[in-house]
């Protein structure tokens, strides 16, 4: 089993960065392929970004391409999304997932965190 924590998000201006982290523990960190989703409220989760077991191959979902960058250290088994230029439409709750296939769909990823809030204002 794997267990992820997330935890940097909160409230911020639009045009603000964050960098949320995701702390995985029980299985080795470096086994899976690791990615984002966001959720909002009566609306599914969406991908945002996903990067490779090594760490390569960072991909990202049209909406933030340029604005977000996925990163991880397997080292700290932890894997971070940095979001710059936030925009009150990135307001939503932000989950990290783990799977062992190369996927943006939220059906092949096993393992989930318990998300973490981010609130953009205006």
């Known amino acids: 089993q794997l267990s992820l924590v997330e935890s940097g998000g909160g409230l911020v201006q639009a045009g603000d960065s964050l960098t949320l982290s995701c702390a995985a523990s029980g299985r080795s960190f470096n086994l899976y392929n690791m990615a984002w989703f966001r959720q909002v409220p009566g609306r599914g989760r969406e991908f945002q970004a996903r990067?490779?077991?090594?760490?390569?191959?960072?991909t990202y979902a049209d909406s933030v391409k340029g604005r977000f960058t996925i990163f991880r250290d397997n080292v700290k088994n932890t894997v971070y999304l940095r979001m710059n230029s936030l925009k009150p439409e990135d307001t939503a709750i932000y989950y990290c997932?783990?799977?062992?296939?190369?996927?943006?769909?939220?059906?092949?990823?096993?393992?989930w965190g318990q998300g973490t809030h981010v609130t953009v204002s205006l």
């Open positions: 997932a783990a799977t062992s296939v190369w996927s943006d769909d939220d059906r092949t990823y096993p393992y």
């Open positions: 990067i490779f077991r090594d760490g390569s191959d960072p």
